[in-house]
């Protein structure tokens, strides 16, 4: 496509989201896609030194000299985590003194009701305004005058900028995209049911009042919201889910649907994964066994790892679901007296105060026994080999010396000194007594009690190859995994159960999301490697059907469950950038088409 295109984004070289991941892993596409591509963020000079490599000789170089002096600052560079794609950093330095006359611009112009906004919104004006004026002076340089170009602009956090343009009459076409509205996250993390409101409002053809979004604090980000999809010239979002839901709370409903999508060929082969899978299963068993063996006796062999994780929504992520669900699934399990075991891990961060000191002596005890048998395992090896050409099966005394056998004696009393407790339930400690996970995982009878076939570590922190925990960064845990959990309530599109898919690990996602809507129409079979929920029912239902899932897995051979790993890698490639790039070209050529009529 004969276009320039400027993707504008906070989270541009600054991961704070999963805007980060929508523009990173699609900017490969982009730059085939299109003439030139240009991505815009923030400055911040944390992200800047990981994240961007800056360049000195660019074509911008004298307007940005220019637009120091006169108090914006503009960086040139290459956005290292997006393929290296053009990437300009932007710092509104002596703009932000002039917030007041910018807000009064917004108001004047688009009815921004921002009187109370807080520090975040403001910060985003003065920076998005900064954006706004920087793509202007950029739109009238010679070099792009006579060409075709498009500007995108992702969330309210953009919004200001692309109001710049439009009250500019800015020869480009102005995209907006919203991945969700803030009013519409507030109203369903707050219990209202907004699913029911959504299609009461689309029946009736009404839409929600600003009032509310007033009641809840929220009128200036709503309102930016609204104005921006409605003087955009494409206004889009990323699934059908979020496109009834902006309908209703912005009163517009999308020209065009950008649904979201990842580099398939960034993730490791199917051979990859089989050995990923059992290396780092490997690492999650010892943590397992570090745990929980100085309480009670733990048969990894029979433990299948499950996970969930997301930001701490407790309920637009589904956790209420999830935790109910595995209530029910232990309980039944133990009537059956069945062998299987869930250890289900809780991969949700929030505030810690640092790791669980009884989870260290736990991890220092196993490292201790481990350190001992990988001390004497060439000595154990010879005194095989040895017995074996003498023509003898190895026996205890052949194979082990005394003081070998001693050490370990007393490595499993030392291994057994907490058997008269119980194992924690949180892997770290939080500074506040009233977690309302922990609150609601004792309330459903999982305390991880030695007779508990549903066994959960609430782990809430942000993994990392050196938390001292499990040393994993987040998808070498995953695909150490069995099966993703993500019964969500509210996910505008969805990138956890798509990721964990693309890894081979089978997933759960529902019809409220994004991406459950989007691949509900690639499931061909009841059975599939991923499971998309009915959240529309009843929430007993949906507790039943989560539950009969996660049974079934539990209970379903090793060779099932590699063709279910097949299957969800193969199932992820439909959601492929190579496939949803035509998403952005149909879109762009929408806005380029409205140019004309706009100008």
């Known amino acids: 496509m004969d276009t ?58 004298k307007l940005f000299l220019d637009l120091e002096m006169e108090g914006i600052k503009c960086v040139f560079g290459r956005w290292v985590g997006a393929d290296r794609v053009n990437c300009i950093l932007i710092d ?3 703009l932000r003194h002039k917030l007041n ?31 706004g004026i920087v793509l202007e002076k950029i739109l009238g340089m010679d ?26 009459n800015a020869n480009a076409g102005l995209v907006f995209t919203t991945h969700a509205t803030t009013l519409g996250r507030t109203m369903a993390e707050r219990g209202e049911d907004l ?17 509310e979004a007033k009641a809840y604090g929220i009128e200036a980000i709503h309102t930016l919201e609204k104005a921006c999809a409605q003087n955009a010239d494409v206004f889009t979002t990323v699934s059908k889910v979020t496109a009834d839901e902006a309908e209703y709370i912005l009163g ?40 929980f063996s100085p309480y009670y006796k733990i048969d990894t062999r029979n433990c299948l790892y499950f996970f969930t994780s997301g930001r701490y929504e407790y309920h637009n992520k589904g956790f209420d679901i999830l935790i109910k669900s595995l209530g029910r699934l232990n309980e039944r399990l133990k009537s059956e007296n069945s062998k299987k075991t869930a250890i289900v891990f809780l991969w949700i961060p929030t505030s810690t105060d640092g790791v669980s000191l009884d989870v260290l002596d736990n991890l220092a005890i196993f490292d201790s026994i481990e350190d001992e048998v990988v001390e004497n395992l060439d000595e154990i090896k010879e005194h095989i080999l040895e017995s074996v050409c003498m023509g003898e099966l190895p026996t205890k005394t052949t194979v082990f010396d005394e003081q070998f056998l001693d050490n370990l004696k007393l490595m499993i009393v030392r291994m057994r000194s907490k058997k008269d407790r ?16 922990l609150k609601v995982l004792s309330e459903n009878g999982l305390d991880n009690s030695e007779d508990d076939r549903v066994k959960v570590i609430h782990y809430p922190a942000y993994l990392s190859p050196a938390d001292g925990l499990l040393n994993l960064n987040y998808s070498d845990a995953m695909m150490g995994c069995h099966l993703g959990v993500f019964p969500s309530y509210y996910e505008p599109w969805g990138y956890t159960p798509l990721e964990t898919a693309a890894l081979a690990v089978p997933s759960v996602t529902t019809n409220l999301s994004g991406f459950g809507r989007f691949i509900e129409d690639y ?47 193969r199932l992820s490639e439909v959601a492929d950038w190579g496939n949803l790039i035509t998403n952005y070209v149909s879109a762009y050529g929408m806005a380029l088409e409205r140019i004309k009529k706009r100008k």
């Open 422 to 437: 119980k194992p924690p339930v949180c892997a770290l400690n939080l500074p506040y007594e009233n977690d309302l996970i």
């Open 143 to 168: 070099e792009f005058k006579n060409e075709q170009v498009i500007c995108q602009f992702h969330e309210w956090l953009t919004g200001a900028g692309l109001l710049h343009l439009k009250s500019a």
């Open 252 to 291: 517009k409903y999308p020209d065009a649907l950008t649904l979201n999508g990842l580099a398939i060929n960034n993730y490791p082969s199917m051979e990859e994964l089989s050995i990923s899978h059992k290396e780092h299963r490997r690492r999650i068993k010892h943590f397992i066994l570090s745990f």
């Open 92 to 94: 509104p330095i002596e």
């Open 101 to 131: 006359d910018i807000k009064s611009e917004l108001w004047d112009g688009y009815g921004i009701d921002s009187l109370w906004s807080d520090d975040l919104f403001n910060d985003s004006m003065v920076w998005s305004k900064a954006v």
């Open 523 to 569: 499931i061909k079979e009841e059975k599939s490697a991923i499971v998309v929920l009915d959240r529309k029912q009843e929430e007993a239902k949906v507790i039943n059907d989560l539950v009969e899932h996660m049974h079934l897995m539990l209970n379903t051979t090793k060779k099932e469950r590699v063709r279910k790993k097949i299957k969800a890698k």
């Open 4 to 61: 320039i295109v400027f993707e504008v984004s906070h989270e541009v070289a600054h991961k704070v989201g999963g805007i980060y991941a929508v523009i990173a892993s699609k900017a490969p596409q982009m730059r085939k896609m299109f003439k030139e591509y240009y991505t815009i963020g923030p400055y911040d000079p944390k992200s800047v030194s990981v994240d961007f490599e800056k360049i000195d000789e660019h074509p911008f170089h």
């Open 195 to 211: 699913v029911k409101k959504v299609e009461e409002g689309k029946k009736l053809k009404k839409t929600v009042g600003d009032g």
